[in-house]
């Protein structure tokens, strides 16, 4: 079992920056990969990004690559996703999981954070 809590959501202007951080306890966090997923209203849960369980390989959503970046530190046992140029299409709850292997797929992650908010005005 491991527990996840995000952290760092808030309100922004278009083409601002935000930092979220996922904290995580419980089972040792070096055994996942990391993912973070976002909601819209009234959309369906997607993927934004990914961290292998090294940290050696990350991939993301075709529509935050080059914006958003996943990181991952293991002394801290914190995963983060800083996001730069922000678009109010951004907008949605965020969430933080883990999972046994580098997955695009929700249903590959067992463990899930509460989420956080990000609004991003236009």
């Known amino acids: 079992q491991v527990q996840l809590v995000e952290s760092g959501g808030g309100l922004v202007q278009a083409g601002g920056s935000l930092r979220l951080s996922c904290a995580t306890s419980g089972r040792t966090y070096s055994d996942y990969a990391m993912g973070w997923f976002r909601q819209a209203q009234g959309k369906e849960r997607e993927f934004v990004t990914v961290?292998?369980?090294?940290?050696?390989?990350?991939y993301y959503a075709a529509s935050v690559k080059g914006r958003f970046t996943i990181s991952r530190d293991g002394a801290k046992n914190t995963v983060t996703l800083q996001m730069n140029s922000l678009k109010p299409e951004d907008t949605a709850f965020y969430y933080c999981?883990?999972?046994?292997?580098?997955?695009?797929?929700?249903?590959?992650?067992?463990?899930w954070g509460q989420g956080t908010q990000v609004t991003v005005s236009s």
């Open positions: 961290i292998s369980v090294n940290g050696e390989n990350s």
């Open positions: 999981a883990a999972g046994f292997h580098d997955s695009s797929w929700a249903y590959d992650y067992p463990y």
